[in-house]
């Protein structure tokens, strides 16, 4: 065990050995290192860092904020490499994927790059005569971002770079699970001429948590982890009186319509339930098919390329999925599994039976697949976050989007049909904030928004994209006339029109 990672305040490496948590390669299944558990009161100095950063930040130039951001672009791009073999260490993906979850952080910071434009507000000459308006988007100040385990880099970066180019302070606490990769990014944003201060990284859990809701100088919070969790974070920082945008998690379902391209469909959502091993909040965690026969087709063709899946460590880019993040995590995916036929459905291909021969310490399970499900059953109704793929039976398109509407959570959705009207009437009712048509993980593009409906986010806006300048920055109005020395104007009390 090398080292404990520590915090990164005002620019500063920050040693920590106080309190720390051990960091595992999942793949190993061995201690790699230690992270430092922040104090409040480290958290306070992080938040004075930010605090003290924010006046001369806030009064940079957008365009001069943006060229950082080009410049962070670069450095990332040149270590992509070296950033996703830290995520494979410590979260267990596999290499691909984890450039692949790297990239889509990196479309943030793209559109970040253009800051200028994005902060131009509104304006209206002759809003009355020779009156003047404007509306400006201003900075709220120092803000903070919890993100969670399973996308290390990308989440972090679905917040700071916006909440950066738009003129706040940021202190982030990443996942104590895996929390290189961000270090590492992190210091190449520093790197690129971040001033001191504006971003603060303190590793840490519950605590450091609990110390950035209770601060009155942080103005608001983005979170993305568990429903249980962003429930808590959303009402405890909204009592306090914070803005705060909380992202949960999710069940998203899959519909397969009879006239879909079956092998097309099989093949999308072999990646969109396993890859990762099902740890991605857009994960399809259930197959909803329209009739038995195409249920049956679907049944039997996952089964056959689940038996040739390559399951294995995640820095072998040879491999299809990797491990699970933790042996607790692992241990709750099999209980799931476990009570799938007690429960009345019929377990398929059952992943506790896997074993990775190199790596027997790792936290391996095989893909499962568990047909017959139906909603009360313990495997439909709760968020597993691992490589589980459920079939629900329905009769039709309607009893579909019904099962869909009824499950408490909103993240995803997508369907696979020919027929464009089905499809049409499926992304107008469907109840889920982001919604796929043949297309199995639809994660909007960067220069949109992410976010869910229902359980799935407590809060008012999305993550990155438009509604992330929306999210950190407040709107002033201004309204202007300069009237004429020459004229003396009489008093009115009416008003003004
Ligand atoms: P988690 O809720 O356990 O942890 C998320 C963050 O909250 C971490 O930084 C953690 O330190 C902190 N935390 C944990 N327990 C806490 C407590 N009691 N008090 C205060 N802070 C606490 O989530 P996770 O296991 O790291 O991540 C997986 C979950 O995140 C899944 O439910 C997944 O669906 C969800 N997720 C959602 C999205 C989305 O955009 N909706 C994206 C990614 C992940």
């Given at each position: ?58 009064d ?52 970040a ?45 679905w ?24 270090m ?22 519950k ?24 429930e ?40 969109a ?21 195409l ?5 039997a ?152 409906w ?9 993550a990155?994209?438009?509604d992330s ?29």
């Amino acid at each position: 065990m090398s080292q404990t990672l520590g915090h990164i305040i005002n620019g500063e490496y920050i040693p920590d050995t106080a309190r720390c948590q051990d960091v595992f390669n999942p793949g190993l299944g061995k201690v790699i290192r230690k992270v430092a558990l922040a104090s409040a009161d480290t958290v306070d100095k992080a938040i004075t860092a930010a605090e003290n950063a924010f006046p001369a930040w806030r009064d940079t130039p957008p365009l001069k904020r943006a060229r950082i951001m080009f410049r962070f672009h670069q450095l990332l791009t040149e270590n992509a490499d070296e950033i996703a073999a830290l995520i494979s260490e410590e979260h267990g993906k596999i290499h691909h994927d984890a450039l692949g979850e790297f990239q889509r952080g990196l479309e943030v910071v793209e559109y970040a790059c253009g800051a200028p434009e994005l902060l131009k507000g509104e304006h209206s000459k002759n809003a009355g005569p020779k009156v003047d308006s404007w509306s400006e988007l201003q900075p709220l100040g120092v803000v903070a971002g919890i993100t969670p385990f399973n996308f290390p880099a990308m989440v972090p970066m679905w917040m700071f770079p916006m909440a950066i180019v738009c003129g706040n302070t940021f202190v982030l606490k990443p996942s104590e699970k895996d929390p290189s990769a961000v270090m590492r990014v992190a210091e190449l944003l520093q790197q690129a001429g971040l001033p001191d201060g504006v971003l603060n990284l303190v590793n840490g859990d519950k605590e450091a948590v609990g110390a950035l809701l209770a601060d009155n100088r942080v103005q608001a919070l983005s979170f993305v982890g568990s429903t249980p969790i962003a429930e808590y974070i959303y009402a405890t920082g909204c009592a306090n009186g914070k803005r705060v945008q909380a992202l949960g998690g999710a069940k998203n379902h899959a519909l397969i319509l009879p006239d879909a391209d079956i092998d097309n469909a099989v093949n999308a959502l072999m990646g969109a339930a396993f890859g990762s091993c099902g740890e991605r909040c857009m994960a399809i965690s259930v197959a909803v098919v329209v009739g038995d026969e195409l249920a049956d087709t679907m049944v039997a063709k996952l089964a056959a390329q689940l038996a040739t899946m390559k399951v294995g460590i995640g820095t072998d880019n040879s491999m299809e999925m990797g491990p699970l993040i933790s042996k607790e995590h692992m241990h709750k995916v099999a209980g799931y599994i476990a009570t799938a036929e007690p429960e009345g459905a019929k377990l398929v291909v059952d992943g506790r039976e896997l074993s990775v021969a190199e790596y027997p310490d790792g936290y391996f399970l095989g893909g499962s697949l568990i047909d017959k499900v139906k909603p009360g059953m313990k495997v439909y109704d709760d968020e597993i976050f691992g490589p589980v793929l459920c079939v629900v039976r329905v009769a039709s398109m309607q009893a579909g989007m019904e099962l869909i509407n009824q499950h408490e959570y909103g993240n995803g959705t997508c369907i696979f049909t020919r027929d464009g009207e089905a499809a049409r009437y499926f992304t107008d009712n469907i109840q889920a904030g982001m919604v796929g048509v043949n297309v199995p993980l639809p994660v909007p593009v960067a220069f949109h928004s992410f976010g869910g409906w229902k359980r799935s986010l407590f809060g008012d806006l999305y993550a990155y994209g438009p509604d992330s300048v929306r999210f950190y920055t407040r709107r002033k109005t201004i309204t202007q006339r300069w009237p004429s020395a020459a004229v003396r104007e009489g008093v009115s009390f009416s008003f003004p029109s």
